[in-house]
């Protein structure tokens, strides 16, 4: 490798740190390539694992698998390199391509290095475990990851407390904790760093769900839109499509934005500030439930019922029958929330087929019984030519 080389190689990091990722991504690889083929093998590891990250914030999470795919038999310079190609592999397996028994191979290759790595990277090792316990939905053993996370930290991981506090806000909630999960937020406070991106990002997404948790709209839409704009600086899909989900849910709950479809209700408006790019699939079962969800309460708005929150659901539908719209519109609608619950029903299939569990399907059976209590509603109270096909 000649100097110029070593140029283009100044140039990937001065583009990544402008923002420039794609062209990043484009410079880390070629010269990762070029110092593979000079016999520089620790140069090209590491400009292999920077070229990961150039991809992962450019939006194009397959490039970077790709990458890592080529560099497992690559011998790693450091240790920690090792662990940091491995636990990135198995968490984009996990996101875009996932098979429970190869993950759980990998989940042990990650806590055998762990182990063996500086002091504090086994709770880094935790994290990813808690994340694929997540997507099994074994919310106990979730809990019990993290909390072992909080307990094993070091010094190799102090830097990501706020995640695993994080983690475990959120998994209190879905355990249906809420002051457990509000210590978390404590916790938070109490150790964060201010000055950190992922940090703040974290906070306002731990706020935003104990607001959504407790039906404070206001709060929620106020605390995901900090967490959309701190994510925006680093350009991380995950928390700023979380936080257009948030704010989207935070308008369905307030019932002076009228009907969730009218553009003027701000409802469809939130999802113009989405990062392009592949989503993963929990992305996708998350953002087809809440397109559902969207459809659920248009449908309540149409025959008279107070707004509802779907997915946390502390505050069960009340059903009534005063439609505001036409009968022939009614039914339009409650057809155009049976096919989001197709839709939706689908993702969740291959997503609990992946992982070997049921609970998305059962997310989406949830709306399914709240529509048919509006549906059963409406054959009983209005008048006797209202029919509509069951669900």
């Given at each position: 490798?000649?100097?110029?080389?070593y140029?283009?190689?100044?140039?990937?990091?001065?583009?990544?740190?402008?923002?420039?990722?794609?062209?990043?991504?484009?410079?880390?690889?070629?010269?990762?390539?070029?110092?593979?083929?000079?016999?520089?093998?620790?140069?090209?590891?590491?400009?292999?694992?920077?070229?990961v990250?150039?991809?992962?914030?450019?939006?194009?999470?397959?490039?970077?698998?790709?990458?890592?795919?080529?560099m497992?038999?690559w011998?790693?310079?450091?240790?920690?390199?090792?662990?940091?190609?491995?636990?990135?592999?198995?968490?984009?397996?996990?996101?875009?391509n996932?098979?429970?028994?190869?993950?759980?191979?990998?989940?042990?290759?990650?806590?055998?290095?762990?182990?063996?790595?500086?002091?504090?990277?086994?709770?880094?090792?935790r994290?990813?475990?808690?994340?694929?316990?997540?997507?099994?939905?074994?919310?106990?053993?979730?809990?019990?990851?993290?909390?072992?996370?909080?307990?094993?930290?070091?010094?190799g991981?102090?830097?990501?407390?706020?995640?695993?506090?994080?983690?475990?806000?959120?998994?209190?909630?879905?355990?249906?904790?809420?002051?457990?999960?509000?210590d978390?937020v404590?916790?938070?406070e109490?150790?964060?760093?201010?000055?950190?991106?992922?940090?703040?990002?974290?906070?306002?997404?731990?706020?935003a769900?104990?607001?959504?948790?407790?039906g404070?709209?206001?709060?929620?839409f106020?605390?995901?839109?900090?967490?959309?704009?701190?994510?925006?600086?680093?350009?991380?899909k995950?928390?700023?499509?979380?936080?257009i989900e948030k704010?989207?849910?935070?308008?369905?709950?307030?019932?002076?934005?009228?009907?969730?479809?009218?553009?003027?209700?701000?409802?469809?408006?939130?999802?113009?500030?989405?990062?392009p790019?592949?989503?993963?699939?929990?992305?996708?079962?998350?953002?087809?439930?809440?397109?559902?969800?969207?459809?659920?309460?248009?449908?309540?708005?149409?025959?008279?019922?107070?707004?509802?929150?779907?997915?946390?659901?502390?505050?069960?539908?009340?059903?009534?029958?005063?439609?505001?719209?036409?009968?022939?519109?009614?039914i339009?609608?409650?057809?155009?929330?049976?096919?989001?619950i197709r839709?939706?029903?689908?993702?969740?299939?291959?997503?609990?087929?992946?992982?070997?569990?049921?609970w998305?399907?059962?997310?989406?059976?949830h709306?399914?019984?709240?529509?048919?209590?509006?549906?059963?509603?409406?054959?009983?109270?209005?008048?006797?030519?209202?029919?509509?096909?069951?669900?």
């Amino acid at each position: 490798m000649g100097p110029e080389a070593y140029i283009l190689i100044d140039h990937a990091y001065e583009a990544y740190r402008q923002g420039r990722f794609v062209e990043a991504g484009v410079l880390a690889g070629q010269t990762c390539n070029d110092a593979k083929k000079a016999g520089k093998d620790e140069l090209a590891y590491e400009l292999g694992l920077f070229e990961v990250q150039c991809l992962l914030r450019a939006g194009k999470p397959l490039g970077a698998l790709n990458r890592l795919l080529t560099m497992k038999s690559w011998k790693a310079p450091l240790h920690e390199y090792l662990f940091q190609m491995k636990k990135q592999t198995f968490d984009l397996l996990r996101s875009y391509n996932p098979d429970v028994t190869q993950l759980e191979t990998r989940l042990g290759e990650l806590e055998r290095l762990a182990k063996s790595a500086l002091d504090g990277v086994v709770a880094d090792f935790r994290l990813y475990e808690y994340l694929y316990l997540e997507d099994q939905g074994k919310d106990e053993k979730a809990l019990n990851s993290i909390e072992l996370a909080w307990s094993e930290r070091g010094a190799g991981t102090m830097n990501h407390a706020h995640s695993t506090a994080s983690y475990g806000c959120l998994v209190n909630l879905r355990l249906n904790r809420r002051p457990q999960a509000e210590d978390w937020v404590k916790i938070m406070e109490r150790d964060g760093e201010i000055t950190c991106l992922g940090y703040r990002a974290d906070l306002a997404d731990c706020k935003a769900e104990l607001a959504l948790f407790d039906g404070r709209y206001e709060d929620v839409f106020h605390y995901a839109q900090q967490q959309r704009r701190v994510a925006m600086e680093y350009a991380d899909k995950i928390r700023v499509h979380e936080a257009i989900e948030k704010q989207v849910r935070s308008r369905l709950l307030d019932a002076t934005n009228g009907d969730p479809v009218d553009r003027l209700s701000g409802v469809l408006d939130v999802f113009k500030q989405a990062i392009p790019g592949k989503n993963s699939l929990q992305l996708q079962f998350r953002f087809s439930l809440l397109l559902l969800d969207i459809r659920l309460a248009a449908v309540r708005w149409a025959v008279g019922m107070q707004p509802a929150e779907d997915s946390w659901y502390q505050s069960p539908q009340v059903v009534a029958c005063d439609l505001r719209v036409a009968k022939d519109e009614a039914i339009r609608r409650i057809d155009k929330t049976k096919a989001a619950i197709r839709r939706a029903g689908k993702i969740a299939r291959q997503s609990d087929q992946a992982f070997c569990c049921d609970w998305r399907q059962e997310a989406v059976n949830h709306r399914r019984e709240r529509l048919q209590k509006i549906v059963s509603n409406l054959d009983q109270g209005v008048t006797s030519d209202f029919t509509v096909n069951k669900v």
